[in-house]
């Protein structure tokens, strides 16, 4: 029975293959172990927007690298009774996805049915409706319904990021989806902008701005675009990062000495300083349960990733490997985290379990920072260089699928991955 889904669908995922109208034009690199082949017919009823919706769902599935296109040509079936199941297996299809698609009164509806190839049955049916302006929400949506029934694990192509734009003389904030289209520039201005970050409802985002002569933090709501400076004390303010029932930002001043961390309420209330190493204490993460927080610390001589109570208390050193390493951010199911290693004068990205230690590299090396997962754990978005500018980049997290994401001018730097909402 299809399932009626309506409202405000899809904020993001990735990034598109070769799209020249988007914010980011993508390369992917490499393709995961095992790949599923699918056909994808384009949807019937309003054709050109059915092809529109199709593009959508096959450039989210191909990003992946988990998926096989299968060539539909000379096949037009929309209803599951249209289907010859023996033709598709012939072409070599495991899956196919079919349906129909209109626009009444401001409307579209899509109605879309994902089959099994092999045992002649459907997997999954829905019926999805947003507003006219929502053609790639739609396809976003889509492209998750699949992914989830193919592998699954939950799909991201709805989800949104963050990053900053550096040009000659200005730095811009961008929210994005995650195919680099429906960009909103968030803040624009001649002052360096940093470390972005979402709340856990994905309404607002905390950075750093230095427009006040310093580093101090901002807290600013997406739906108003209201900011205010929540921390700008003396000397510097960074790294602000949210707490995952959103009443908390941890931060990092240098107020008293060195750089400490401090915890604070979004409006800027109820400053409270809970790290006393001495030593420089840097980039806080919480756990996904709140009870933790990884940060980079020099305590023991290098730049390392660290754990303490997210309230304060005794710290406990994590990575021991050669070379530096720094912004950690845990996976959303809290058992590993991943992090930048500085070795041989090349920064890696690379996770490491937090049950048993073991540390595995994804990347081949370069500059390469800032790490953060996606809400669903199977990709990691970070910064990086490329033909001599700085480029956001994505890495699944068994290293065998890599993605460059170009902006069309500009630098692109300090990527962070939004909620799933």
Known sequence: MLKVLSGMLGLLMLAHCAVSSAALSIEIIGAGEHQIPISLVPMGGDEKLGAQINDVVTSDLTRTGLFRMVDTTGQSPHETADVNFNNWQLRGADALGIGNVSVQNGRIDARFRLLDVVKHAQLVGEAVSANENQMRAVGHRIADLIYEKLTGDKGVFSTRIVYVNR????????VADSDGYNEQVVLRQKDPIMSPAWSPDGSQLAYVSFETGHAA??????????????????????????????????????????????????????????????????????????????????????????????????????????????????SPDGKSFVFAHLIGGQFYIAVQDLQNGQMQTLTTGGWERKPSFAPNGKIILFASEARGRGILATVSSDGRVQQHMFTQSGDAREPVWGPQL
Request: proline share 7%; hydrophobic share 35%.
């Open 217 to 330: 933090v901002f807290v600013q709501s997406l739906l108003t675009n209201r900011r205010k400076a929540v921390a700008d004390f003396p000397g510097s303010n960074s790294a602000p990062a949210w707490s995952p029932d959103g009443k908390q930002l941890a931060i990092v001043m240098t107020h008293d000495g060195s750089s400490q961390i401090y915890l604070l309420h979004p409006d800027g209330t109820g400053l409270r300083r809970i790290s006393f190493s001495g030593a420089i204490d840097t980039e806080p993460n919480f756990s996904p349960d709140g009870q933790s927080l990884l940060f980079t610390s020099d305590q023991g001589g290098s730049p390392q990733i660290y754990m303490m109570p997210a309230q304060g208390g005794a710290a406990q050193r994590l990575t021991f490997d050669d070379g530096n390493c720094f912004s950690p951010r845990y």
């Open 167 to 174: 040009q000659t003389r200005s730095y811009s904030l961008i």
